[in-house]
């Protein structure tokens, strides 16, 4: 069993957003549902026999939905980092997560459920940690003016252009 995972806390939408999550990412899947019993319902005030909890694996990595209420709300002070090779895999994840959802600046968006992702190219935080300093302002530059993060851009940025 893996040691850390997160655990994701919805209103009620916790098996929908896993379903979703686990049709967009290779090497992913559903895991045991718990179900409310009657104390659980009657304590948390959720419907009896609705789902409590859904595990579910996104390659490789574990995580939790947790259907707890309306008490609490995603915000951005957590995000789900997904680390991409290519445009390709940020292009890819990036329309999946971003569909009914909000795309906001440097990489990051929320999606229809309004968990926080940020779609980042491997390239990234290396050039941003270029012992030119040169360098890595003109790609912290560039990278400010994006939303979704192009790689060809960051490049030309790198490299001066």
Not at 10 to 16: L, P
Not at 84 to 109: I, Y
Not at 133 to 150: F, G, N, S
Request: aromatic content about 10%.
């Amino acid at each position: 069993m893996q040691k850390i995972s997160l655990c994701l806390w919805f209103d009620s939408q916790g098996e929908e957003a896993a379903r979703f999550y686990t049709s967009i990412f290779k090497n992913s899947g559903m895991g045991r549902v718990a179900r409310y019993d009657e104390a659980a319902a009657k304590a948390a005030g959720r419907p009896q026999g609705s789902v409590m909890t859904v595990e579910f694996e996104l390659d490789g990595q574990r995580f939790m939905a947790l259907n707890g209420g309306p008490l609490f709300k995603f915000t951005e002070a957590i995000s789900v980092v997904v680390n991409c090779e290519t445009q390709k895999e940020v292009d890819h994840f990036w329309e999946k997560l971003s569909a009914g959802g909000q795309e906001m600046q440097c990489g990051w968006l929320k999606d229809r459920f309004g968990v926080s992702w940020q779609i980042v190219p491997t390239i990234l935080p290396e050039m941003l940690q270029d012992k030119d300093p040169e360098k890595a302002k003109r790609v912290m530059a560039a990278m400010l003016k994006m939303k979704k993060i192009d790689i060809q851009g960051l490049k030309q940025a790198y490299g001066g252009r």
